[in-house]
């Protein structure tokens, strides 16, 4: 599965982002879609992940804040970040799981500024 991640960048405290990631070359239906992050010095955490029915699941430090989507027909899921804080700041990884097999993406950084 080839997975393409977009958005992200730099914002100041308190504004928001929106991180895409579109999955490709795969005839099998992909399961659940999401985002990771990594900050510095610290272990990759679950940011949010969406299920094929739509479902979704949101780490703790996210919740009410942040919001992800997905566009089923096309594999595409998108992270709506809002309220961003400087503790976000991180490299975010998306993945989309096909069967037993996980692929990643490269990675978008998001950059937070108080």
């Known amino acids: 599965v080839r997975l393409v991640e977009s958005g992200g960048g730099l914002v100041q405290a308190g504004g928001s982002l929106r991180l895409s990631c579109a999955a490709s070359?795969?005839?099998?239906?992909?399961?659940?879609m999401g985002w990771h992050r990594q900050a510095p010095g610290e272990e990759r955490e679950l940011v949010a992940r969406i299920r094929r029915d739509g479902g979704a699941t949101y780490g703790e430090s996210v919740k009410e804040r942040f919001s992800i989507s997905r566009d089923r027909g096309k594999n595409t899921v998108h992270l709506q970040m809002n309220s961003l804080k400087p503790e976000d700041t991180a490299v975010y990884y998306c993945y989309a799981q096909v069967a037993q097999y996980t692929s990643w993406g490269h990675g978008r950084q998001v950059t937070v500024s108080p």
């Open positions: 070359g795969t005839s099998f239906p992909i399961g659940d």
